[in-house]
């Protein structure tokens, strides 16, 4: 399952973001963490297998690009698609997710700091 406007991880982030498209609209890192993809169309629960993240890159010039487009986002979707529904906690998530950003950028990837989320000071 993969709605534009929570999982197509080529929208912008807002819609003054300089990247991506925004055809089906804007997704942020809280809209693509926020929706249950078991009531988003008329089926039982559990029906949906999972979901998923396309990423289409005609807009993306550089790997750094790349990045800033799939994080913080990415792990957002994942969560989704691999915790059951009633553990999903935007709170707790969005901590999480902020002690991530110091491994990524070890790591040398690029990322969006999105002011949603309480990532480290003096980065």
Do not use: I, N
Request: glycine content about 8%; overall charge negative; cysteine-free.
């Amino acid at each position: 399952m993969s709605p534009a406007g929570r999982s197509y991880l080529d929208m912008k982030y807002d819609s003054s973001y300089p990247l991506g498209l925004a055809w089906a609209g804007t997704v942020d890192v809280r809209s693509a963490y926020s929706w249950d993809p078991d009531t988003l169309v008329r089926l039982p629960a559990g029906a949906v297998p999972g979901v998923e993240a396309p990423l289409w890159t005609e807009t993306l010039d550089t790997p750094a690009q790349l990045d800033v487009m799939l994080l913080p986002r990415l792990p957002a979707l994942a969560e989704l698609g691999w915790s059951p529904g009633s553990s999903h906690d935007w709170g707790r998530f969005r901590q999480r997710l902020a002690e991530e950003g110091p491994r990524w950028e070890a790591a040398g990837y690029a990322y969006e700091r999105r002011p949603e989320v309480p990532w480290p000071v003096g980065r």
